[in-house]
């Protein structure tokens, strides 16, 4: 069992959301939903929250009103296998209104963040070598969607 687990807060959006997150990874599900009784505080019978699992691990969404946005002080960070599982993410998770940041940082459409990350990024700048680690960082720093060869290739001292 999980003992701790992020609680996400959505204006009237959490199912979506869940539906939306549970498809982009493998390994995830909604394991639950629960609804607003007579008693409130949301009208009764819609989705109060829902609970979800990405790549194993569980999240709480909750339908909690326009109270409370996302902001970038929290992130949820993904560790890529490979360019093309970046490449993915980041059209799925920028498109219909998903805004780009820099250096791998997204929000998605429901304001929620994301590091979408090369997992061999953390390789390249954890690199022994201080020169080879800091161009790494520098060509990184440059970056929106994160490139992997654009990285190999400051790493390794070559244009990509």
Known sequence: MQKIRTFLWFDTQAEEAAEFY??????????????????????????MTVEFELAGTRY????????????????????????????????????????????GWLKDKYGLSWQIVPAEFTELVRDPDPQKSARAMQAMLGMKKLDLEQLRAAHAGREA
Do not use: H, M
């Open 60 to 103: 709480i969404a909750l339908n909690g009103g326009p109270e409370f946005t996302f902001n970038e002080a929290v992130s949820l960070s993904v560790d890529c296998d490979g360019q093309a599982e970046v490449d993915r993410l980041w059209a799925a998770l920028t498109a219909d209104g998903g805004e780009e940041g820099p250096c």
């Open 22 to 47: 549970t498809s982009l990874f493998p390994d995830s599900k909604i394991t639950d939903v629960q609804r607003y009784g007579e008693a409130g505080p949301g009208e009764a019978g819609t989705v």
